[in-house]
C-alpha cells in the first residue's frame, strides 16, 4: 500500500458499508476500497439488518431532515436502472394516533414537494385496498395517512446488486470474522484483526457494523488499553422479531398491490413503537414485525456489561421464543382481525440492529482514533437510505458534510433521554426466551 495513497476498510456489508463502497468507488475509481464482513454477501442467511426479503421505502418522516433525505433516496429508486427494479410503489397506509400525518403532510409542503399524500378520515380509509384493513385496530386512531408515493423493496436482492456492482467497479469484499481493530502505540487506528490472526490494514477504516458495534469496540478497548475507544452510551444493540405467513393463490391476488401497512403501538404509544405489515413476497409471504424491541445485556469482557447480539455466528437470529412469536401474532391481529386468525404463522426472524437515544445514524470521526470512523446506528429504519447513505458518508471522509448533519450525526454530541423515544430497546432479551422445562 502505498503510503500516500487514501485506501478504505469498510468494515461491515450492510446498508451503511455497501452504499459508502459503491459511492467512494464511483468518485473515486482508481481508489483501495475493500468491505470485510463475516457473511458472503450472496449468502442465503446473514447478520446484517438489511439482508431482508423486503423494506419499507417511504419518507413519512416527522423530522423533516430524514424526510428530506428520504426523498432524495426515494427518486435514486424510482429512477435508476440499478435500483429501480427492487423498488415497488405500493404507497403505505398509516393508523395515526397522533399528530404525525399532519407533521409528514407539512414537511412535504416545506419542502415544496408534491406527492399523493393526504389525511384520510377513519371510516373512508377502512373502505380503501377493498377493505384489507377493515379490521385493524383504530382504537384511538385519529385519521390515517395514505402517501401513495411510498412502498417497499426487495431488501436483500437489492443489497446484493449494488454489492455486485460495487465490486464490478473494483471493491474487494473479504469474507471473514473481525477480532478487533489494530491500534498503533501513538492511537491511531490502522486497521483490523481477524479472527484468524490475520490484520487488514487501510489509512480509513470505517466500522459500518450495526449491532456489532459497541462490542467491537469493547473488545478493541480491552485489547489496546484505549478506553476512549468505547462507544459507551451512544450505541445499544436491540433486536425485533419479524415473522411470515404464506398466503394462498387467492388471497395472494387480494394482497399483492396492498400498501404497507403501519400504525402506532395501540397499546401505548408513548411506550411502544409503531408496528407495521409489508406486502407479500413473489414467493406469497406475508410479513409482520412486532413491537418488542429488546436488548441483550450480557459481560462481553470481564466487567463489562453492554447489549450485544448472541454470540453464535448468524445471531442466532432463527430461534425466536415463544413470546416473541406472539408479538407477530399480535402484529396480525391489530392489522388483519379474525380474517389473519387461520393464517400459519412461520418464518420467524429477530434482526439486530444499532441504535442512538434519539435514533439518528453516527456518520462521524471517532473521536478517540485517528483514522477511524464509524457510519452506522440504522435503528431499524436505515434501509430506505440505501441510495444515498453512502454520499453522506464519503462527505463525512472528506471533511464536507454540511455543519447541521455533522452536529446531528456526530459521535460526540448531546443525547436525548431515551424515554422519548418509543423505538428505544426497553426489554431485556432473558425475560423472553422460553423457560427451560425442568424434571
Not at 302 to 308: H, K
Request: hydrophobic share 40%.
Amino acid at each position: 500500500m502505498a503510503s500516500n495513497k487514501p485506501s478504505y476498510l469498510i468494515v461491515g456489508a450492510g446498508v451503511f458499508g455497501v452504499s459508502t463502497a459503491y459511492h467512494l468507488i464511483t468518485e473515486h475509481p482508481d481508489a483501495s476500497v475493500t468491505i470485510v464482513d463475516r457473511d458472503a454477501f450472496d449468502a442465503y442467511s446473514r447478520v446484517a439488518a438489511s439482508w431482508d426479503w423486503n423494506k419499507a421505502v417511504r419518507a413519512d418522516y416527522d423530522d423533516i431532515v430524514y424526510c428530506q433525505l428520504a426523498i432524495e433516496a426515494q427518486d435514486v429508486f424510482k429512477s435508476d436502472p440499478l435500483w429501480k427494479p427492487y423498488f415497488h410503489e405500493t404507497g403505505v397506509y398509516w393508523i395515526c394516533r397522533g399528530e404525525h400525518a399532519q407533521y409528514v403532510i407539512n414537511n412535504y409542503r416545506k419542502l415544496g414537494r408534491k406527492a399523493d399524500i393526504s389525511a384520510v378520515p377513519i371510516d373512508e380509509a377502512r373502505k380503501m385496498y377493498g377493505g384489507l384493513f377493515e379490521d385493524a385496530d383504530y382504537a384511538g386512531a385519529k385519521e390515517v395517512l395514505l402517501n401513495k408515493t411510498s412502498g417497499w423493496a426487495a431488501a436483500g436482492d437489492c443489497l446484493r446488486a449494488v454489492t455486485r456492482k460495487a465490486l464490478d467497479l473494483g471493491v474487494k469484499y473479504v469474507t471473514t470474522e473481525i477480532a478487533s481493530l489494530q491500534i498503533e502505540n501513538d492511537g491511531r487506528c490502522s486497521g483490523v484483526k481477524t479472527a484468524k490472526g490475520a490484520v487488514l490494514t487501510a489509512s480509513h477504516v470505517i466500522l459500518c457494523t450495526g449491532a456489532f458495534t459497541p462490542k467491537l469496540l469493547e473488545l478493541s478497548a480491552v485489547s489496546s488499553g484505549r478506553n476512549e475507544l468505547r462507544a459507551g452510551s451512544r450505541i445499544v444493540a436491540g433486536g425485533i422479531t419479524t415473522g411470515m405467513a404464506t398466503l394462498d393463490e387467492e388471497l395472494y391476488k387480494k394482497f399483492a398491490t396492498m400498501p404497507v401497512g403501519f400504525q402506532e403501538n395501540p397499546t401505548d404509544p408513548r411506550t411502544g413503537p409503531f408496528i407495521g405489515s409489508l406486502p407479500p413476497t413473489a414467493d406469497r409471504e406475508l410479513k409482520w414485525w412486532g413491537q418488542t424491541i429488546f436488548k441483550n445485556t450480557r459481560e462481553v469482557v470481564p466487567g463489562r456489561f453492554i447489549s450485544a447480539p448472541p454470540a453464535e455466528p448468524d445471531y442466532a437470529q432463527w430461534k425466536v421464543p415463544g413470546k416473541l412469536k406472539e408479538d407477530i401474532r399480535y402484529a396480525n391481529r391489530v392489522f388483519y382481525g379474525d380474517k389473519g386468525a387461520a393464517w400459519k404463522m412461520e418464518k420467524h426472524r429477530i434482526c439486530w440492529d444499532a441504535f442512538t437515544t434519539s435514533g439518528d445514524f453516527i456518520i462521524s470521526p471517532h473521536s478517540g482514533s485517528k483514522g477511524l470512523y464509524i457510519a452506522t446506528c440504522g435503528s431499524f429504519h436505515g434501509f430506505k437510505f440505501f441510495p444515498v447513505l453512502g454520499k453522506y458518508v464519503v462527505q463525512m471522509l472528506e471533511k464536507s458534510l454540511a455543519p447541521e448533519l455533522a452536529e446531528k450525526w456526530a459521535w460526540d454530541r448531546e443525547r436525548p433521554d431515551p424515554a422519548l423515544n418509543p423505538e428505544w430497546p426497553r426489554a431485556e432479551m432473558k425475560d423472553l426466551i422460553d423457560p427451560v422445562a425442568t424434571l
